[in-house]
Every structure is written in C-alpha cells, then in structure tokens.
C-alpha cells in the first residue's frame, strides 16, 4: 500500500491550518501513529461536515501527501472526535509541519483503518483492529460464544453472556501493548449487573477487568492476580446510555497496568494505573471481551471498533494542534436604538409564506424555548424566502365545495377550480375561458362573508392567459340574473404578467357573492390556476414595519444552523418589493443587549402589506438547513399613535396614514391639496384652507 492517500485540492477546503509534530527522541521514527483527540475547546465543529468526512491532513500546503486517517468517533453534537492518521516518517527531533484541512460540504470520506492496520503488504500503526462492517463477524479474527447481531452499522451487539476472543495470539509478540474500544450500552431495567469484562490470557500472570453500571463499581485483579477484588471510585463504572473510549494497557518495563475510560457523555474521564506484584512476568497472548452476565435485564455491550497498537507513551511524539480552533466571525449588533417601539405585531393570525419547506408560523408563536416550535427550511437549497402578510388572515376560505359560476370556460375547467386547491386527480385544476376579455368568475359564500383579500395565481405555462385588466366586485344578487350596476366594485387594477399569486386588498362590508371580472387578457382566452380567499379582521391592514428581530435555536447546540445573510423588503402587491435592509446577521451563539434577540432597525417611513424576509445559507452547520425560532417586527410609537396626513415642504398630499380601526366622529376627513374638506354623505359640510409652509400634519387618534 502507496505511504499516502490521493491528493486534495487545497482550494476546495475553506479551512487550512498547520499542525507541528515534534520527535521527541533522537532516532527516526518510521509508521508514526499520531491521534487527535478533538473537542469544542479546540476545534470549532460545525465548520465541518458533521460526520467529519471532510477533514484530512497533507504534508504540504498543496494538499498533496495526505496522510492515511481513521475516524474512530465523530459526534458533532457531543463535540468531540478522535482522529488517527499513520505518518510515514519523522526525522531524528525534528518538528514537522503537516496541514489540516476541512470545510468542504463536498467531500467524500476518507476514513479507512484497514490502510492503519499491519497486513500483509502493509505496514501500520495498529497491531490488530476491527471497526465491525458488514453484517457478519470476522471468523478469521474472532471466535465466538454466544449471540451477536451486526446491522451494517459498523457496530456489533453482544448478547448476554456472549463473548468473543481474538482468534491468533495477537498479543504474543508484544511487552507492551494498549487495547482501546468504543463501547455504549442500551438502557437498563435494573442495576447492579456486570455489563462488561476484558479478560487477558494465554500466558503468565493472566489478569482481569469487569465493569459494572452503578456506583463507580469495578472488578479486577491487576495488582496481585487470582481472584477479583472490588475497586470503588467515583465514576470508575459504566455510564450506561453513552458513548465511551475505553482503554486497557500493559508496559513491561514498568510492570504497570493502566486502564481508563473518556469521552464518555456527563462522566468525566479517568486514567488510572497499578504496578503488578505478582511473581514472574506477565505474558499475554489474546484477550476476551464479554457482554452482561448478571442479573435478568437483558442489557446488550455495543462495540463500536477495537484496535491493539505497541505502547510507547515515553517516545510518542509532540502533537500541537492549537491552531485548529477557528472562531466564528464576530459580527457584531448595531448600536443601540432609543427610539420607542411598539410591541411585536406579528401573529399567527397574518398569512405567511416559506418556499423553503417547513411551517412559517412557527416564527409567529412567540415560542423560542422548544425545538418543535421552530421554522426549519427542508434543507434542499441554500436560502429561502419568508412571508408574512398584514393585509390578510392566515386562512384560505376558498372551498370548491361552494357553489361557483362564471360567464365562460372550456369543458371540465369551470370556476370552481380556482378553489380546489390544485386537487383534482386529472390534472384539470385552473378556470379557462373561451375568450380574453369580458369573463368572469364568482362564488356564493352560505353565509354573508366580509373578504378584505382575493390572491390570483396565473397559470405558469399560460403566461398569455393571465388577466391583465381586471375588476372585483361584491353582491347579494345572482350574478347570473343581475346587472354589472347593482354590483359593489371593491378594486380594480392590473395584474402583472408573472407566475406568483398576486393578492389584491379590499374591505367594504359582508356579501354572499365574489366576482373576480376580466376586462382584458395578456393575448390569449383567460386561464386562471388558483384565487385564495381571506376573510376581513380589524386587525389587517398595512404596517410600517421600522425594526424587525431574529432569535436562533438556542437548544441542543442548533445555533449554527441560524441564517447567516438577509435581506429584508416591503411591498403592496407581492410582485414589486422595496428593499429595506441587506446585510448579514450577528453572530448568533452569545448573548448581547437583548439575549440572543438580534434586532435590525430600519429606515423605512413607508407603509406595506407584505414583508419579505430572504434567508441565505447558515453558520456553517453540518447540513444546508436554516432554522430560527422566532422573529418580530415592530413600528415606532409615534407613527403608531400619529396618522400622518400631509408631508414635505409645499400642500401636496405625499401620503396618509391610517390604522384599520381609525374612525372620526364626523366622517371621513379629505385633503385635496391645499384644501382639509369634511364630508358627510357626499356633502361638504366643513372645509379649512391651508396657508404658509406645512412640514408635517397629523391627526391624532
């Protein structure tokens, strides 16, 4: 087998920091194992792939010389791994410089412990391993008593009171020697069970190791061999449920065993040793390792890998890896804002929108303490965009169950399509007239209904179809059997030519009929795929949204996976948006001002139904997904309470302002230039004229 693997393209990885290996000895050294053990302190997890598929280690900064690695463990919950690789060679003292690499959401794994193992044809820096693959044990590396079970996981199960040993004497040619394995435990029933035993045998002084799961409770005979003697310590059992490291070693020249266990999930590590006092050498050739074999609960021993390597701990080399730990960017808030705000105006009871997967609500629930309670994207794109809409309420009341009418349409596309939410199992689910101009289409509500939104959806590959002059109008009366001019028209206007639904406002009272007219097409006969309908609440109404907040997934460590870029626009008609900020967000994995809040002010003294939150890629989590827990938005008090009538320098109406639930006592104020009118009924009854320089007009509620 090649020293090395196959070179990498250094320009792939995001990430490249060196590694200094430091010969401690003034021999050379040949087959260097070298181990990193990797944790949150000194690695920053998530700028990898969560399984850790994209680390490597090459001798030149190029990416050529990459070394062989095994990956023993990789959680990237946990934050920690183990890392093995093989160096072919380090000279007499010398520090060498090596080059880690990761941060590539491409690249394939390259974990292989066969390429670690001494074989024939191969030199490595493990004496004996097994990492368990496939579905069957090795018979040519293992007997075996007892059941087992091998899913394909790279894990074997053994049963109670099963065991297997290594088949040749893997040990016989060793004085010193460490035996180290990944092991977990299912959940117990009961305590007080011996769930796992390492025995050591085949030659002298034979010894003995039985780990138990409660109260820091271990057996063994290392120091005086015979029979086993109790050793309690804190700790010093199995934490069942975890994962752990656990390791049994011998060195000769000292007469010490040593056995410890790490990594484990909330016990702390250990590392424990005891000098033999036994008579003659120790001379070990195998070693057995046995399930539960005590008590009824049936527990099963997991064994995730096992690796037998020379012992060497007073000439294994110097590793420095303290340069692996990259921080994240420290994006800092934006000073702090003393403009009074409202409270949050978002609700579950607005229409919202996510064209990246899961459920847009979830932002609006003012939960941000539970992970069921969260917007996570489908993770299939980078980025994805959200909508919340303060012109409309969050439900569709289209239903293909009511009657429906129209003027015109071809065979099988009737009106009622447009309600059917897409479902009919032909495939028929638009209204397609017969002509491009004059039709219409209506539904009867069974009860007077008060809509304040009609959304219209072109049929995408109809783009000449779709409605370019259009009319919407109310009635108690039949369509069918009244007139145009006994009809309440609620808006008028023109749709764009584009495949998104377009949603147009209104509100003026009850009615049981809706009729959506088409005065004219873009060419071709009217064909219409979908209207959503949305009853009238005071609450709606458009918003000067003038500050709006993200808050992360703060549980489970899920902070990485918060949006990393936004921009944030306002619109009225869903189709021509105002962008009102772009930038990228802090970083989302400290506390500052307000928590975890991040608030991001605006200067935006504009009014809009629709705000659009788009959403780019993530802080470097394990998978593309971006998730958040909450968001909010807010107005200024001032303009929340003031209803700003006249703006600027001369008596030109620039704009009004009004809250839905605005009323006078006398009737509708109007401002025709230089003019305040009040009527009522259609009569002027009052007017005031306005003189002189006006900056600014409001009428306060």
């Given amino acids: 087998m090649s020293d090395y693997a196959a070179n990498i393209t250094s320009s792939d990885y995001r990430e490249q920091r060196p590694v200094y290996v430091t010969n401690v000895t003034n021999q050379e050294m040949l087959i260097v194992p070298l181990r990193f053990y990797l944790n949150e302190s000194n690695f920053n997890f998530p700028l990898a792939q969560s399984a850790g598929d994209d680390f490597k280690l090459a001798s030149a900064s190029n990416g050529s010389g990459v070394l062989h690695m095994w990956v023993a463990s990789w959680d990237q919950e946990a934050r920690q791994a183990t890392v093995w690789f093989k160096l072919p060679k380090l000279l007499p003292s010398e520090t060498k410089t090596l080059y880690a ?16 193992t001494t074989s024939s044809g191969n030199e490595g820096i493990f004496i004996f391993s097994d990492d368990f693959p496939g579905t069957t044990l090795d018979s040519t590396k293992w007997d075996l008593s007892g059941g087992y079970n091998m899913a394909g996981e790279s894990v074997i199960g053994l049963d109670r009171y099963a065991y297997i040993e290594t088949r040749e004497p893997v040990l016989s040619s060793f004085t010193s020697w460490i035996m180290e394995e990944g092991t977990g435990f299912h959940t117990q029933s009961s305590y007080g069970n011996k769930l796992h035993e390492h025995s050591f045998f085949g030659g002298a ?22 029979g086993l003697v109790n050793d309690y310590g804190d700790y010093k059992d199995i934490e069942v449920n975890s994962y752990a490291l656990n390791y049994v070693a011998y060195r000769e020249n000292t007469d010490f065993i040593y056995q410890g266990m790490l990594n484990r999930f909330s016990y702390p590590d250990y590392n424990d040793s005891w000098e033999r006092k036994v008579h003659r050498n120790t001379e070990i050739e195998k070693f057995r390792i046995t ?43 934006q000073p702090l804002d003393f403009t009074e705000y ?28 539970s992970l069921v309670n ?74 007077a209904t008060a809509l304040g939104c009609m959304a219209v959806q072109a049929v995408e590959d109809k783009p000449n179809g779709m409605i370019k002059n259009y009319e919407i109008y109310a009635t ?54 979908e209207w959503r309908l949305f009853e009238s609440n005071p609450g709606l109404g458009k918003r000067a949204v003038s500050q709006f ?36 967000t802090y970083t ?97 009854v009052t007017y005031s004229t306005i003189s002189g320089a006006v900056s600014d007009m409001n009428v306060i509620i």
């Fill in 101 to 116: 690499f990761w941060g590539n959401s491409t690249a394939s794994g390259s974990s292989d412990l066969d390429a670690l």
């Fill in 205 to 226: 002084n034979e010894f003995n190791i039985q780990y138990w799961d409660t109260g820091g409770y271990r057996k063994h005979n290392f120091e005086f061999g015979g």
């Fill in 291 to 333: 399930g539960k074999t005590g008590g009824s609960a049936q527990h099963r021993l997991l064994i995730d890998w096992i690796t037998i390597r020379e012992f060497t701990p007073e000439t294994d080399p110097i590793i420095d890896i303290s340069n692996l730990l990259i921080p994240y960017e420290n994006i800092i808030h």
């Fill in 342 to 369: 409202t409270t949050d105006i978002t609700s579950v009871d607005f229409y919202h929108f996510s064209d990246a997967g899961g459920d847009p609500y979830r932002l609006s629930d003012n939960v941000i303490n």
């Fill in 374 to 447: 969260i917007w996570s994207s489908d993770g299939a794109t980078t980025s994805g965009n959200l909508i919340i809409d303060f012109g409309r309420s969050a439900d569709n009341i289209a239903n293909n169950d009511y009657l429906h009418l129209d003027n015109s349409h071809v065979e099988f596309y009737a009106a009622a399509k447009l309600s059917d939410r897409e479902t009919d199992i032909y495939g028929a689910n638009y209204w397609q007239a017969t002509t491009s101009s004059g039709v219409w289409a209506a539904i009867k509500f069974p009860s």
């Fill in 476 to 529: 108690d009366l039949d369509p069918r059997f009244s007139l145009e001019s006994e009809w309440t028209l609620l808006a008028a206007g023109t749709f764009d030519q584009v495949s998104q639904e377009q949603p147009v406002y209104f509100d003026r009272g009850r009615f049981y009929y809706y009729i959506l007219k088409a005065v004219d097409s873009y060419g071709d006969d009217v064909a219409i795929q």
């Fill in 549 to 584: 907040r993200l808050y992360p997934v703060t549980i489970a460590g899920q902070e990485d996976h918060f949006v990393k870029e936004i921009k944030f626009y306002g619109s009225d008609d869903g189709i021509n948006w105002v962008l009102l900020k772009d930038v990228e």
């Fill in 588 to 684: 989302p994995f400290y506390d500052a001002t307000y928590g975890r809040w991040q608030r991001y002010s605006l200067a935006n003294n504009d009014a809009y139904y629709l705000y659009w939150l788009h959403t780019a890629n993530n802080w470097y989590a394990s998978d593309d997904r971006i998730k958040m827990a909450e968001w909010e938005m807010v107005e200024r008090v001032s303009e929340a309470d003031n209803h700003r009538i006249l703006f600027g320098t001369t008596n030109e109406i620039y704009q009004i302002w009004a809250d839905p639930t605005t009323t006078f006592d006398s009737g509708n104020i109007y401002a025709l230039n230089d003019v305040l009118n009040t009527i009522i009924d259609d009569d002027s």
